[in-house]
């Protein structure tokens, strides 16, 4: 699976080096490195679409997850807050939150959070 991953990295590495400014295949660069526990590889590949102006709240969920998996819990929350009401992601985003709230150890935050998102949302 590992051999696999790489080979696959390393086709993806050719066409940014064709296109460097093809966001999917950034996007995809930064999803194998964080597959593979590059993690700073996939930030830089985030961040590179983030420098283009594309696929912005992606970029913010993706970015959250990624430092959900590293354990930064106040950057993830950031990244998670970042995404705006209407987003299809808006939801889980705020639910991504909370848990970091939780994680942080902070209930009270965490609760409030929740009773907000609820009073803003009564139809979802």
């Known amino acids: 699976m590992a051999k696999r991953l790489e080979q696959a990295r390393q086709q993806f590495r050719v066409l940014a080096k064709q296109n460097p400014k093809d966001t999917d295949t950034l996007i995809a660069l930064g999803l194998l490195a964080a597959e593979a526990g590059q993690f700073d590889d ?15 709240t992606e970029m913010y969920y993706e970015l959250g997850k990624l430092e959900e998996t590293r354990g930064h819990y106040r950057k993830a929350r950031d990244w998670y807050a970042r995404i705006s ?40």
């Open 42 to 56: 996939a930030e830089r590949y985030f961040r590179a679409v983030l420098k283009l102006d594309k696929r912005i």
């Open 85 to 124: 009401y209407g987003d299809e992601r808006y939801l889980n985003a705020q639910v991504r939150v909370g848990a970091m709230l939780a994680r942080l150890g902070d209930f009270k935050a965490m609760n409030a959070h929740f009773i907000n998102i609820r009073r803003d949302n009564p139809q979802k």
